[in-house]
């Protein structure tokens, strides 16, 4: 029986796993202001139970009894980390996911969004990539533990609805940037490391200095972006495949833009160097966004100027506070 509030309205309790990180801070911002009449959000932190650990993650489900659930909790961490634990990077994060997807079955759950990563693509793979070619040959082996266990949800997915009826689904974002990111220099990703190196080198009056040549071309989309389209999957995509959120190709910009576009965010006026020592990386990981834009053909994502300007505010306005 589903169940109304006072107005008629039905009540849903969409609780959303990983809800202290870049995209449910994103998502608990979009929702303060569009959340839907009858709806509860509910944000997890790792202080409100252990994922890993079925009888907490049963505790939380019967704490909070969700409706619906947008899992974005994993054990994640960079290529090194990657390369040394990839034992436990697979592990946990099969775990938490079976954790997550068995509750969502037992306790009837109306929708389970769960965010995938385009790092979980094959290797080696024609571009752009889309989300038909997910299984389609290895990963990268530096990344294969934490790779493999993400994939398994798309498998799952469709094992679920086809053995349960269960309405599951994934999310496959490009490169996430905005508030509440972690900007570590040595362990974050690329905007935020920018953001964090170019206000050093403004206090400090040094030169603003990129690693790499600057060449590298990538998709990235603003966090509040990535938010809203979040909620839209789980209000009105209604499918097990997975589906590519992600800025429009002729979007991608080049490493050396971005960094310009952090100086300028950061009104930063001295000196910016490119490291040519230093590796690139990757040139493109361009991602197909055709399936988005077959639903929202109109939808308008924040230019990577005006998204690296409110990350810089955002993160000159808590630095004292924020992940760095």
């Known amino acids: 029986m589903t169940k109304h509030d006072s107005e008629g309205n039905s009540k849903n309790v969409i609780m959303v796993t990983g809800g202290s990180g870049l995209v449910g801070q994103a998502i608990k911002t979009y929702t303060d202001t569009h959340a839907l009449p009858g709806e509860t959000w509910v944000f997890l932190s790792s202080k409100d139970g252990d994922l890993r650990d079925r009888a907490q993650t049963d505790a939380i489900f019967e704490k909070f009894k969700p409706t619906h659930v947008i899992h974005l909790a994993a054990k994640v961490g960079g290529l090194f980390a990657n390369m040394k634990y990839k034992v436990e990077f697979y592990r946990e994060n099969t775990l938490i996911n079976d954790n997550i997807m068995e509750n969502c079955r037992i306790h009837k759950v109306k929708k389970l969004v769960s965010m995938l990563s385009t790092c979980v693509f094959p290797d080696k793979t024609k571009?752009?990539?889309?989300?038909?070619?997910?299984?389609?040959?290895p990963p990268h082996p530096s990344n294969e533990g934490y790779a493999y266990a993400k994939?398994?949800?798309?498998?799952?997915?469709?094992?679920?609805?086809?053995?349960?009826?269960?309405?599951?689904?994934?999310?496959?974002?490009t490169n996430i940037y905005g508030p509440h990111d972690n900007f570590s220099i040595q362990n974050g990703h690329v905007i935020p490391g920018?953001?964090?190196?170019c206000y050093n080198?403004?206090?400090?009056?040094?030169?603003?200095t990129?690693?790499?040549s600057g060449t590298p071309l990538r998709q990235f989309i603003y966090s509040l972006d990535l938010?809203?389209?979040s909620v839209w999957v789980m209000r009105?995509?209604?499918?097990?495949e997975p589906i590519t959120l992600s800025v429009d190709e002729s979007t991608e910009v080049s490493i050396k833009d971005v960094a310009h576009a952090v100086a300028k965010g950061m009104d930063f006026k001295g000196e910016i160097i490119f490291d040519t020592t230093k590796a690139d990386g990757q040139f493109k990981k361009t991602a197909c966004n055709k399936k988005l834009r077959s639903f929202r053909p109109d939808y308008k994502f924040v230019s990577i100027e005006d998204g690296v300007a409110k990350a810089c505010k955002w993160f000159t306005d808590n630095y004292d506070t924020c992940r760095k």
């Open 127 to 137: 571009y752009p990539i889309d989300e038909t070619m997910l299984h389609d040959g």
């Open 151 to 173: 994939r398994l949800i798309d498998t799952m997915n469709r094992a679920y609805a086809e053995e349960y009826g269960c309405n599951f689904t994934s999310i496959i974002p």
């Open 194 to 197: 920018l953001i964090h190196k």
């Open 201 to 208: 080198a403004k206090r400090d009056n040094t030169p603003f």
């Open 210 to 212: 990129i690693w790499g």
């Open 227 to 229: 938010a809203e389209l």
């Open 236 to 240: 009105e995509y209604h499918s097990p």
